[in-house]
Structure formats: structure tokens, C-alpha cells
């Protein structure tokens, strides 16, 4: 039968799911609401859906190397719990390794890759929450390569709480590498090096510096010299070359890949859940919502 604009909208209200799921669960009961309602259920949709406007600000990073492509991904759950559930581990890693498999541009086209179970990788997340009981997204995630002159560093703090992936030329020592994502795990920096800074952030930092020396009443003569001076302190807290070296602050993280013949192409440090606006919860309330699960 004819399946109406109308009777999709109703299903679609009554739980949440996707018009296209509601109409296909519309045409495989022959219009009935209650089958296509239970349809739904059955398949996790109407279930996923409901979770759809919770916060998922916990999670997981992860970072998986494959030969010489490797991703970093943030996978994201509602509960720290959940992050911790087996289940949820096991989807982590299913998600990392078909990502590096199909290597799709972004988020909205990894939804769509088919999973070697024929379903899509969005439908694979559905079915998943259905399991797990909390809303599940697939958040980000970088794919990066390297050639044989270069290494992979994969490093994640806190059982994957922040995850960092570099790639480190002119070396093929892992350790290097990895010492590299530690660094870059503990002291946050935003670019590789000075060249990266994008110029008008340059140009903005330059400006608020030279304001403040002016208000300070130093003499204009010697603002300048201030405020490059100043400047290189900013390189400092953004820059990961000028860095101190989280292992060893006597040298500059520059100064230890000298040492070593290396350089760093690239950097990507997730941490999970930032950004993100996340809920004020009682604690003891939390327990008992997975309790009853």
C-alpha cells in the first residue's frame, strides 16, 4: 500500500525516529501504526531515538595503526560507565578499524560505509545503543599517514580520556614518536611550530601585548622590544617546538628532536568531551540509572 506523507509524520512523533526509518517500518506492516511502532523497537530505532537529544560528553579516544595508515577517534557515551563496558570497548575498536579500512572524508560519510555485516556503520551505532542503553556518537576522527622514513606515535592518557597521535620524520624509533604524543598529551599545544600560527592570531596577540606594555606606562621607545619578548613566551604556551620538554625541561622539545635527526609532520590530541557542554548529574542518581539497567 501507499504509504502517506501524513501517517510517516504520526510514526515519526510517536518515536522519534528517522523519516526514512518510519516509513520503511510503515511498508513492512502495510500501514499498521502499532506493528510499525513495534517494528521499530524491535530493530533499536525507536529506542535510539529517544536518547537522541542527551548529552554524550564521555567517551573514549582511540588510535589504531595499520602498516602506514593510522586514525585517532573520540567515541562518545553519555556515562563514564559505559565507557568502561565491554560492549562499549568492542564498538571502539569495530569503529577505529573501519575507518582506517574505507577511510571516508568525515563523520557524515563514515555514517554511510557499509560494515562487512552489510549494514551501515550509522545503523551499526543504532543497533549498539540498543544494547548499551546510552546514547553513542561517533564524534571525530583523523586518518594520517606516514612513509618509511617517518614513525607513528600513539599514546592515551588516562585509559583513553586524552589520545594522541603524531608522526615523527626522520626516525624510525617508536619511542621518539611516543615520547612526542606524551608531550603533546600533557602540555596541549595547538600548533607544530611557529610557521603554523595562523598570522592574524600572530598579529592579534602582538597587538593585546603592546596595549598592555602601553597601560603599564612603559616608555613607547622600548614597547616594542617588550613586546617581542613577551611574544616568545606566547610561542611557548602554543608552539610545540618551543616548548620545554615534558621529560626532560632542560631542553626544548625542538632540542630533543635535533638530538634524534627528527622532525614532527603533524599532531592530533583528542580529549574527550571538549567542547562539549556536559550535564551537572548527582552522582548517586548516575550509580542507580546503570543499577537498573
Known sequence: MAISAKLVKELREKTGAGMMDCKKALTETDGDMEAAVAYLREKGIAKAAKKADRVAAEGLTKVEVKGNKAVIVEINAETDFVAKNEGFLNLVDTI??????????DVDAALQTTMSSGETLETYITDQIAKIGEKIS??????AEKDDNSVFGAYLHMGGKIGVLSVVQGTTEEQVAKDISMHVAAINPRYSSRDSVPAEEVDQEREILKQQALNEGKPEKIVEKMVEGRLKKF???VVLIDQPFVKDGDQTVEDFLKSKGATVSTFVRY?????IEKREDNFADEV???VKK
Not at 561517533?138 to 586518518?143: D, H, S, V, Y
Open 235 to 237: 610561542f611557548e604556551q
Open 138 to 143: 561517533l564524534r571525530r576522527f583523523t586518518i
Open 96 to 105: 577505529a578499524n573501519h575507518l582506517l579500512d574505507h577511510e571516508p572524508a
Open 288 to 290: 542507580m540509572s546503570q
Open 271 to 275: 580529549e574527550v568531551g571538549e567542547g
